[in-house]
């Protein structure tokens, strides 16, 4: 046990560990967001709505025992995203607030506390679930890029 919990973030300070904090091991987290609302959903879909799964690249997709659960539940159709383009998932977006709000700034001693303030935090997010929208527009991404390009091309390295 470390001599003191996570220390709290205040104005002029950053969040910050004592030298002897320690991770008590890990877990798993899947999540399907709702584009159109940003809700996170799970069971509480009607059941006779299918359901398209954008899935990033990750291995456990793949295993013998999703490949079952797949097959049990036919009204989930998997589309993988490309390699390399997991921006184009907004559930990494999603994640990204989640570790922002609520892991970063905590210390767990067991996984089931973790996971039981995973779940309480999601609760939270879907009483007011915001969808993600890109702001960004085709030609500012095109104008960043082909300034970037630029400056490697003229580095002269």
């Known amino acids: 046990m470390p001599t003191a919990p996570i220390l709290p973030l205040m104005p002029t300070t950053l969040a910050r560990m004592t030298h002897d904090?320690?991770?008590?091991?890990?877990?798993?987290?899947?999540?399907?967001v709702d584009i159109s609302s940003g809700s996170v959903i799970d069971a509480a879909v009607p059941r006779d709505l299918d359901l398209r799964l954008l899935l990033d690249n990750h291995a456990t997709h793949k295993t013998p025992t999703v490949t079952r659960w797949r097959i049990r539940h036919p009204r989930f159709h998997?589309?993988?995203?490309?390699?390399?383009?997991?921006?184009?998932?907004?559930?990494?977006?999603?994640?990204?607030?989640?570790?922002?709000?609520?892991?970063?700034?905590?210390?767990?001693?067991?996984?089931?506390?973790?996971?039981?303030?995973?779940?309480?935090?999601?609760?939270?997010?879907?009483?007011?679930?915001?969808?993600?929208?890109?702001?960004?527009?085709?030609?500012?991404?095109?104008?960043?890029?082909?300034?970037?390009?630029?400056?490697?091309?003229?580095?002269?390295?």
């Not at 904090?21 to 399907?32: E, M, P, V």
């Not at 990204?96 to 995973?118: I, Q």
Request: glycine fraction near 4%; charge should be positive; charged fraction near 20%.
């Open 21 to 32: 904090y320690a991770r008590h091991g890990t877990t798993s987290l899947f999540a399907a």
């Open 78 to 157: 998997p589309h993988s995203t490309p390699t390399s383009s997991s921006w184009l998932n907004l559930v990494e977006r999603w994640f990204a607030e989640l570790t922002a709000r609520t892991l970063r700034r905590s210390a767990h001693c067991v996984a089931t506390v973790l996971e039981a303030g995973v779940r309480r935090w999601i609760n939270e997010w879907n009483t007011d679930p915001r969808p993600f929208v890109w702001t960004t527009t085709t030609d500012q991404i095109l104008d960043t890029l082909t300034a970037y390009c630029g400056r490697i091309n003229d580095s002269r390295h």
